[in-house]
């Protein structure tokens, strides 16, 4: 069975800062890989996706995210956050070609300061 | 709709009560998803309707839950004896089928507190 563990539980920053959380998966097959994000009183949205092609994806608000498969990583990443993206982010996989199941990480809550 | 509607919002239960929640899917959306959300524990995935197809009921954690969803559209997750550990956030989610993920739309969850 397919696992998504994400390293961070909590991270803080300042705006202007870089962002990375760091996503690990467990599956012996072809992936398709998710970051999706829930603001405060919001449901989740999706961030960005990888399906294949280019491990390097960019997504909504200035997020990217690089899929590694040498590492099994799907890290996210920001250049310099904004206080507006305080909120719990989770990393996800569907398995295969046909797989629709998602299995998400534990998520990481980010807080950034004014 | 224009999205998923669940409702309700919040619902205070006492122990050992029965509790229905209850998801309206988008228009159209071939497959729907249950998941709970508890503090500190992420996603966790409870059941998956696809179309006509017999459900995936793996990530139920006991028989004190199930669900249906009535004539492909709306689906109630229902949980039976409920215990405070059932206190979480349950989430539903639809999708076209075979869309490998990237059509999901969540709803904004039922809270449910056992008190």
């Known amino acids: 069975a397919q696992s998504v563990s994400q390293h961070n539980h909590h991270v803080i920053l300042s705006e202007a800062a870089s962002l990375e959380l760091g996503c690990n998966y467990s599956y012996g097959g072809t992936v398709n890989l998710f970051w999706y994000v829930q603001y405060p009183g919001q449901h989740l949205q999706l961030l960005l996706k990888y399906f294949s092609g280019d491990p390097l994806v960019k997504g909504i608000k200035g997020f990217e995210a690089e899929f590694i498969k040498s590492k099994f990583s799907f890290n996210l990443r920001k250049p310099s956050v904004q206080w507006s993206d305080t909120a719990e982010y989770f990393c996800a996989l569907t398995p295969g070609t046909a797989g629709n199941k998602l299995t998400f990480g534990g998520g990481t809550r980010v807080l950034v300061k004014p | 709709g224009a999205g998923v509607s669940q409702s309700p919002s919040n619902k205070v239960t006492e122990k050992g009560k029965d509790v229905e929640l209850r998801c309206d899917p988008i228009s159209g959306h071939t497959a729907l998803y249950w998941y709970r959300q508890s503090l500190g524990q992420g996603l966790e995935f409870l059941i998956y309707f696809q179309g006509n197809s017999a459900p995936d009921k793996s990530g139920l954690p006991s028989d004190r839950f199930s669900a249906e969803r009535t004539g492909g559209s709306v689906s109630t997750l229902t949980i039976q004896r409920t215990q405070q550990e059932d206190s979480a956030v349950y989430l539903c989610?639809?999708?076209?089928?075979?869309?490998?993920?990237?059509?999901?739309?969540f709803g904004s969850g039922t809270r449910l507190t056992v008190v």
């Open positions: 989610a639809s999708s076209f089928t075979g869309d490998r993920g990237f059509g999901y739309t």
